[in-house]
């Protein structure tokens, strides 16, 4: 492995107090200088006390009996989740001897939080990046990828046109000088949000209602965090995996097309690293509902508190914590929750990919177009959704419909009909999961 600067483990990731003292120790004092290499060590859920960063929803904001129980990414190094998958892949590739620093350049196709994570890591390992997105992304995250370095090359359209920003990847590859994280389609995102994101999950569950995992809610991008319910499912085979998609933009329910305002979710395909075997129901979230919500929840706490008749200050803890997607994840996880009529005991979990830090531009792009937010609003989003939005996918013919699109999709990006076949059996995912311990000790014996 030539690199200069190592990081961590899987394992060190999911308990990062097992890191050697005095590198736990660096990295907690280092987190205050983001762009200080030892950074990298900070890749985890868990915070200083070594407990998985998470909250609760009241359930006067919520209105279900069930838990919500939200994991929170903002604290992670570049200000999401995503920064895992986008250092996983960087860090498999060297061990391979496939990037070296010096030699390659950086390419992050995404649209945007993988982005950010990919010119970020580059920067603390001495990469030059080029992250590919599409041109219709909120100005916060172009403006945090050029903050680390990072060059951008911008496709047509939105977030429901990433099939271009595959395409241009294409080119890239033509160069060996040129390595691609490509999270929609490399096993290292499915390692890392399978491994450290679900197990995870399942800690984060501990210590609320029956301490089990009743249900996983997750919007799929490149779908990396919905590994987390395999996990999940393997610690609780009667949990169900829930995978949410914009109404605008509904490909996984009903093969359908458009263009939508979540960003980082709904990009008009089964992505390669989708293990849709896991997955049990798909549920369309009305994208305006998410950008409302983020509204309410971020500037109208105060609006919220007098609706629901919650003592004023009561969603201040909330302040900066969740973005667009993560609002729709919330959204997923209380209509799953309604939908299973769920009861108090039970725990659905969800995540917070990244903070508000990347949406004050969208949320005034709402005000342009439908004014002031009031106090009907709530009742709209927070108690909203209807049964015929959930589609349940775990009949033989749904899985059948979702591995024929995936196959559509990826053959023509030169994948094998055998690799794709491979993927229709849980032992193909196995045997990727697996392979972390053995990644785990050539990562330890290459930083000695």
Same mark, same amino acid.
């Given at each position: ?42 890749? $985890? ?16 904001? $919520?209105?279900? @009996? ?21 250092? $996983? ?20 196709? &995404? ?29 916060? @995250? ?43 389609? !490399? ?83 089964? $992505? ?41 200050? &009561? ?19 209380? @209509?799953?929750? @309604?939908?299973?009529? !769920? ?72 994948? &094998? ?32």
């Amino acid at each position: 492995m030539k690199t200069t600067v190592p990081g961590p483990t899987y394992q060190e990731m999911l308990h990062p107090e097992l890191l050697p003292a005095a590198i736990r120790g660096a990295a907690l004092a280092g987190a205050a200088t983001e762009l200080d290499p030892i950074n990298l060590f900070n890749i $985890t859920w868990r915070g200083a006390d070594n407990q998985v960063r998470h909250v609760v929803l009241p359930k006067e904001l $919520t209105g279900v @009996r069930a838990n919500i129980v939200v994991m929170v990414g903002r604290h992670f190094p570049s200000g999401s989740h995503k920064v895992g998958p986008a250092y $996983t892949t960087l860090m498999e590739g060297e061990l391979a001897g496939e990037i070296s620093p010096g030699v390659h350049t950086i390419i992050g196709p &995404s649209t945007g939080n993988f982005g950010i994570g990919v010119a970020y890591v580059s920067k603390l390992k001495g990469y030059p990046a080029v992250v590919i997105m599409p041109e219709g992304m909120s100005r916060e @995250r172009y403006e945090r990828i050029r903050q680390y370095g990072g060059q951008l090359d911008l496709t047509p359209g939105s977030e429901s046109d990433v099939i271009l920003v595959l395409e241009r990847t294409e080119d890239y590859k033509k160069d060996p000088k040129n390595k691609i994280l490509a999270q929609f389609e !490399l096993l290292p995102n499915y390692r890392f949000h399978r491994y450290v994101t679900g197990r995870s999950a399942i800690d984060a569950a501990r210590g609320h209602g029956n301490g089990r995992v009743a249900g996983f809610v997750s919007a799929p991008g490149s779908a990396g965090t919905l590994a987390a319910g395999d996990e999940v499912k393997a610690q609780y085979p009667e949990a169900v995996v829930c995978a949410l998609e914009p109404k605008e933009c509904s490909t996984l329910f009903n093969d359908g097309r458009g263009t939508h305002r979540i960003e980082g979710i709904g990009d008009k395909m089964v $992505t390669l690293i989708h293990n849709v075997l896991t997955t049990d129901y798909v549920m369309l979230v009305h994208d305006d509902d998410c950008v409302i919500g983020l509204e309410l929840v971020e500037r109208r706490a105060a609006l919220v508190e007098q609706v629901l008749g919650m003592p004023q200050g &009561s969603l201040a803890v909330f302040a900066g914590m969740f973005g667009v997607s993560g609002i729709c994840n919330v959204l997923g996880a209380v @209509r799953l929750a @309604r939908h299973l009529n !769920l009861g108090f005991e039970d725990n659905v979990v969800t995540i917070a990919t990244d903070g508000f830090d990347r949406y004050p531009s969208v949320l005034a792009d709402l005000e342009k177009r439908r004014g002031p937010v009031d106090a009907s609003s709530f009742e709209e989003v927070f108690r909203g959704g209807t049964p015929d939005e959930i589609l349940d996918v775990r009949g033989k013919d749904e899985k059948q419909r979702l591995f024929h699109y995936k196959e559509q999709v990826w053959s023509a990006f030169h994948y &094998s009909h055998a690799y794709l076949e491979s993927m229709q059996s849980q032992g193909f995912w196995d045997g990727e999961f697996e392979k972390i311990e053995v990644i785990d000790r050539a990562l330890i014996s290459a930083r000695k």
